[in-house]
């Protein structure tokens, strides 16, 4: 476990009553809290950015009566399959289904697939969210 360490840190009035409203407003416990999670976000954005591993995942909302389209995702799956670790398929209503695939992998690579998939004509909406894949601390 990590040695706790206190600093202070000044800020604007102004700013500071905006951050304690955004505190009351996610719910944190403490101030610290909160300054803790946008530094393991900040973290986590330069891991994204130097290219580092990172796990996440990949969304797609699409029309699964689109002619090949099924067959265009499995195959850019089968095109990336070292960043997969599973997908998931879900019906949403008789003309949509929400594909989720949990990746992990080089960021850069990770947003390739992403962006191969968000290509495809059908390809209603797609996110893809990526974390660190180890501790950030």
Not at 99 to 119: F, M
């Amino acid at each position: 476990m990590s040695k706790l360490v206190r600093f202070g840190v000044s800020l604007e009035k102004g700013l500071l009553d905006k951050f304690d409203a955004l505190v009351a407003e996610k719910g944190y416990a403490s101030r610290s809290e909160a300054f803790r999670d946008l530094i393991r976000g900040t973290l986590v954005e330069k891991t994204w950015k130097s290219g580092e591993i990172v796990a996440g995942a990949v969304t797609l909302v699409y029309d699964h009566h689109r002619k090949d389209l099924m067959s265009r995702i499995t195959d850019i799956q089968h095109d990336f399959h070292a960043l997969i670790i599973s997908a998931q398929h879900v019906h949403l209503d008789h003309d949509h289904c929400l594909e989720i695939i949990a990746v992990r992998g080089r960021a850069g690579d990770v947003g390739r697939l992403a962006d191969a998939l968000r290509s495809i004509k059908g390809v209603m909406h797609g996110t893809v969210s990526m974390s660190s894949a180890g501790d950030i601390e």
